[in-house]
């Protein structure tokens, strides 16, 4: 027999978010979200899920980002402690329009889903260039 040390107002609260369904505790898919160069990055933290259940989709600027952990004891093992967040776990963002959503790239490394979202050519700032005119005394001097 293994002896713990427990908290048990943690407990407490474990409890009431199984039968109550409470959603108080810490987003279970929290991320970091940031612009570099022409391309927009997401990562979220998913340790322990297997890539294969993960799923992403993008309608209308909305990306939807579902996965599912499973938890790691048998079916007929004795549970002594259940804190990891187990089930499927799901967060949308909106993107704005000077996103590129056609061109999405996905990647899964050491528990870490990144996305790299490119910046839509459109988006981008552009030098425009001016037409006609004579040339100035300046110029024609210089």
Aim: no cysteine; net charge negative.
């Amino acid at each position: 027999m293994m002896l713990m040390r427990t908290d048990p107002f943690r407990e407490f609260d474990r409890l009431a978010q199984q039968v109550l369904g409470s959603t108080d505790r810490p987003s279970a898919m929290p991320m970091d979200a940031y612009r570099s160069g022409d391309e927009f990055l997401v990562h979220f933290d998913l340790p322990g899920v297997d890539p294969e259940t993960i799923e992403l989709d993008v309608e209308r600027n909305v990306l939807n980002v579902r996965a599912e952990r499973r938890g790691p004891a048998p079916e007929d093992a004795r549970t002594l402690v259940a804190e990891r967040p187990t089930g499927t776990f799901t967060r949308q963002l909106f993107l704005g329009d000077t996103l590129d959503t056609e061109r999405i790239d996905a990647s899964y490394e050491s528990g870490v889903l990144t996305l790299r979202i490119p910046v839509a050519e459109r988006a981008k700032p552009r030098r425009i260039q001016i037409a006609g005119g004579t040339p100035s005394r300046k110029q024609l001097a210089g």
